[in-house]
């Protein structure tokens, strides 16, 4: 049965990308046990927004699905979903959207 998360509202749901640490020469990879939590990743879901402060509006969202995100390090509370690792965090612990060319 797949399970399905609707984020409520400034919550984003992001899928963690595991980046390669390759250094110079491509002789030595760490170990995924050496690595540090990843602070990139994948929004899958995103909330409508919170409400502005006299409670009537809401105020929209800056992320949005598939979008690739830069998070604090520690930032979320981590899920597993159909096995998979994913992280729900406010948008506020988003630091930037990555722009792939």
Do not use: C
Not at 16 to 33: D, H, M
Not at 55 to 79: C, Q
Request: avoid cysteine.
């Amino acid at each position: 049965m797949a399970v399905n998360i609707r984020p409520l509202h400034d919550r984003v749901l992001v899928e963690p990308v595991e980046s390669e640490e390759t250094f110079a020469g491509g002789a030595f990879v760490l170990p995924e046990t050496a690595k540090e939590k990843p602070q990139q990743g994948i929004v899958r879901a995103a909330g409508p927004g919170k409400f502005d402060e006299d409670g009537e509006n809401r105020i929209p969202m800056d992320v949005s699905e598939g979008d690739r995100v830069l998070f604090a390090k520690y930032a979320g509370t981590e899920v597993k979903l159909d096995g998979k690792k994913m992280l729900i965090m406010k948008e506020t612990d988003i630091l930037g959207i990555v722009d792939v060319e």
